[in-house]
Nanobody, 118 residues
Framework: QVQLVESGGGLVQPGGSLRLSCAAS????????IGWFRQVPGKEREGVSC????????YYADSVKGRFTISRDSAKNTVYLQMNSLKPEDTAVYYC???????????WGQGTQVTVSS
């Protein structure tokens, strides 16, 4: 049973930083992609950033390039999303997902709210 558990969301002022964590367990795939999507009410879910389990290659949406950094700790089976220079338009529910990314796959975390507001 694949489980993805997110943490680290919250309220931050514009220009601030947050780090999201996704603890993953139960994978039986040899290779997979894992990453972060976000969704604002009334809009489609957007692939934000992804990392490959095989070679660590990464993907970033144009809207977050240069501000967000995805990383992984293989020993802890945890993926992180460091979000810097946050903007109000980054406000969304952020979901950890696998085994595909940025294409939507089968497994999703419960979501964590990120609010960027003064």
């Amino acid at each position: 049973q694949v489980q993805l558990v997110e943490s680290g969301g919250g309220l931050v002022q514009p220009g601030g930083s947050l780090r999201l964590s996704c603890a993953a367990s139960g994978f039986t795939y040899d290779y997979y992609a894992i990453g972060w999507f976000r969704q604002v009410p009334g809009k489609e879910r957007e692939g934000v950033s992804c990392i490959s389990s095989s070679d660590g290659s990464t993907y970033y949406a144009d809207s977050v390039k240069g501000r967000f950094t995805i990383s992984r700790d293989s020993a802890k089976n945890t993926v992180y999303l460091q979000m810097n220079s946050l903007k109000p338009e980054d406000t969304a529910v952020y979901y950890c997902a696998a085994p595909l990314c940025p294409v939507e796959g089968d497994y999703w975390g419960q979501g964590t709210q990120v609010t960027v507001s003064s």
